[in-house]
């Protein structure tokens, strides 16, 4: 074997083990660069997961059925405590949840189109509604007409329709449907009445009678709303009191952590 | 440049980090923010307004810590670029919101908006080029990239 034989021979090993080494290292990068990306992909998931990502689970009519409801007259009722009494419930009642003897009240002031009533709602509905079948507080949800749009309306008369034609049960859903279907303020064209008639039914409630009452456009229920408020002095909404105290808070959400405190999880 | 980058990683990514933790406390406050700019599905913005506040952290924290610079800074000019988008749509359609970047999103007065509608887009076109920098000039000195994937070491004999 010559000398340039014995030098070449050595060449190539040597490439050899350069090429060996690089693939090596290729694949320790590799192995390395996955492993970083499952580590950050689980735990972005993991904090996803926890802040309720996926969305708020809607309310199930199990759920819905768990929840003590029932519909209070809203005419003459103090303004800042609940009415405890059926004795005026006319045409014009309220959504009420839990037991009357539960120890926290609660009123809420709020408008189907207003942006923080959709982040208070979304923030304490599930707390709230757990700890109304708990017997631990009292809501009466009291919405009104505040926001001009013809929207705000409308929700108004088809969840007055849902309240007197169906159930409080089946109101409840639908006040909360409402909440997670709320169109932007400015939307250039909101639900119709048939719209809102079949998210009625979607949650078991009378789809005719929601859009007859929408149709018609009677401003009772409205009326006696937006007096409640008046005499209440609602600022603004969402406007919420507990046991006739208001709540106060740096956002909806705030105001939601805040009242969860108060009524002990 | 390499400093340069590294002093712009550390600048963006810790706004990216400031804006992100002020969120994640409050989800459906930040859902509240993303409505506000009545610009996405309304389907999307619950989505969003969850998934949002975890990104800002996650391309916040790659930032700093220097890990896969060039993608973070990728997913941070392309935020920026929405949020651009977005803060010129709603001064455009005369909408007055906060605009939600550091918590504290929704309804403000016109004059309160028209005031900050400038600054806020001024800042997110500064935020944007530093991102653009970094996926251009990704390799930046005390950065974990350097320390997992070392370049490979030139020989002297190549030459520069």
């Known amino acids: 074997m010559s000398k340039t034989g014995r030098e070449e021979g050595r060449r190539e090993r040597a490439a050899a083990i350069q090429a060996e080494q690089a693939r090596s290292e290729r694949n320790r990068k590799l192995a390395l660069y996955g492993a970083v990306v499952v580590v950050l992909a689980v735990i972005a998931a993991a904090v996803f997961w926890y802040s309720g990502g996926s969305g708020s689970s809607p309310t199930t009519a199990a759920d819905a059925a768990k929840v003590p409801a029932r519909a209070v007259g809203m005419s003459g009722a103090p303004a800042t405590t609940i009415a405890t009494t059926d004795a005026n419930a006319g045409s014009t009642p309220n959504l009420v949840i839990g037991k009357a003897s539960a120890p926290t009240k609660v009123v809420v002031y709020e408008d189907f189109l207003c942006p923080y009533c959709r982040e208070f709602e979304e923030a304490s509905r599930d707390f709230l509604h757990a700890a109304a079948e708990q017997g631990k507080v009292e809501v009466e949800y009291r919405p009104f007409h505040l926001l001009p749009e013809q929207y705000s309306l409308d929700a108004l008369n088809a969840f007055s329709a849902v309240l007197t034609k169906s159930s409080p049960s089946v109101a409840l859903r639908f006040h909360d449907l409402l909440y997670d279907k709320q169109p932007y303020e400015q939307a250039s064209s909101f639900p119709d009445a048939s719209k809102l008639a079949s998210w009625a039914k979607s949650v078991g409630g009378d789809s005719s009678a929601v859009e007859d009452a929408v149709n018609a456009n009677d401003p009772a229920f409205a009326k006696a709303a937006d007096a409640l408020s008046t005499a209440a002095k609602v600022p603004g909404t969402p406007t919420i009191f507990v046991n006739g105290q208001t709540l106060s808070g740096s956002s909806p959400t705030d105001m939601a952590n805040k009242l969860q405190t108060m009524i002990g999880k | ?160």
């Not at chain 2, 980090?17 to 409505?35: D, F, N, Y």
């Not at chain 2, 251009?136 to 350097?146: I, N, P, Q, S, Y």
Request: with cysteine; charged share 10%.
């Open chain 2, 1 to 160: 440049m390499r400093w340069a980058g590294t002093l712009l990683r550390l600048v963006v990514g810790g706004v990216w980090i400031a804006a992100g933790v002020i969120k994640l406390p409050t989800p459906e406050a930040s859902v509240t923010a993303v409505r506000a700019y009545q610009l996405l599905p309304l389907g999307a913005t619950n989505f969003i307004g969850h998934l949002l506040p975890i990104l800002e952290v996650a391309v916040g924290v790659l930032l700093v810590l220097g890990l896969f610079t060039r993608a973070a800074a990728l997913v941070s000019a392309l935020l920026q670029v929405a949020f651009i988008v977005g803060i010129s749509s709603v001064w455009i359609r005369h909408i007055p919101i906060n605009c939600g970047c550091f918590g504290d999103g929704g309804a403000t007065s016109w004059a309160q908006a028209r005031s900050s509608y400038p600054w806020e887009l001024a800042r997110d076109t500064g935020l944007l080029l530093a991102s653009a920098f970094l996926v251009v000039w990704a390799r930046t000195r005390v950065a974990l990239d350097g320390f997992l994937f070392p370049e490979p070491t030139r020989s002297p004999a190549r030459g520069e």
